[in-house]
């Protein structure tokens, strides 16, 4: 099993360009999240997935927007990238039978010019 | 306001010695807790985790923690640090429904 994957791995931006970050789980979970982690501030939660068809936002989702593809797939898209936007992006998955616990993909390093 | 506190941002200790990392949460009821472990340009593993039962729980690397319901508490504990362990910790709390927060990390350093 592979777990969590993300891609791309690393991207640089202009401002005001538009990516889309791919995951993919392959544990079967129902929940999928996306953090970005900053210096000294931890993992902040983005948007997250409790179930295939339904997204929520989290703590920071301004400038993003999410789309459950199917039960292993999330993405996050940034229509119009800002430089307050350079970050490390983290996938994860979690099953709620096991209390939430999550599992992360590797990141996604992005840098917005 | 409900939080994760990790009053440390940066630890050093020599190679040998032991470790102490502290986490505090402030939430209601007993939350579902964590700590994952970053190495450098790596995603998030999982060390150990507390649900319910045996307060003290041991997880991978030869870490340890202790639930302490009176001081809100789950302090994360390695008898003899390896140059290994340089990384940065982050404690975690899940809640009811899809609710998880962590901490801001606490950054190890090991020196020979």
């Known amino acids: 099993n592979a777990g969590v994957t993300q891609t791309p791995k690393f991207q640089v931006l202009k401002t005001g360009q538009s990516m889309t970050l791919q995951c993919a789980q392959d544990?079967?979970?129902?929940?999928m999240y996306w953090y970005r982690q900053d210096p000294g501030m931890g993992l902040r939660l983005i948007y997250y997935s409790a179930s295939e068809g339904t997204t929520d936002k989290g703590e920071v989702p301004n400038g993003y927007n999410v789309s459950r593809l199917n039960k292993r797939e999330f993405s996050l898209r940034l229509e119009s990238a800002a430089p307050s936007q350079t970050s490390v992006y983290f996938c994860a998955s979690s099953d709620l039978g096991r209390h939430n616990e999550q599992f992360f993909g590797p990141g996604t390093r992005l840098t917005v010019l | 306001a409900q939080s994760v506190t990790q009053p440390d941002i940066h630890i050093t200790v020599s190679e040998g010695a032991s470790l102490e990392l502290r986490c505090n949460y402030s939430?209601?009821?007993?939350?579902?807790l964590f700590w994952y472990v970053q190495s450098p340009g790596q995603g998030l593993q999982l060390l150990l985790k507390y649900f319910s039962g045996d307060t003290l729980v041991q997880g991978i690397k030869g870490f340890e923690a202790e639930f302490k319901r009176s001081q809100s508490s789950f302090n994360l504990r390695k008898p003899s640090v390896h140059w290994s362990d340089a990384a940065e910790y982050f404690c975690a709390v899940g809640l009811t429904g899809n609710q998880f927060y962590f901490g801001t990390g606490t950054s190890l350093t090991v020196i020979p």
């Open positions: 544990m079967n979970h129902n929940s």
């Open positions: 939430y209601g009821a007993t939350p579902y």
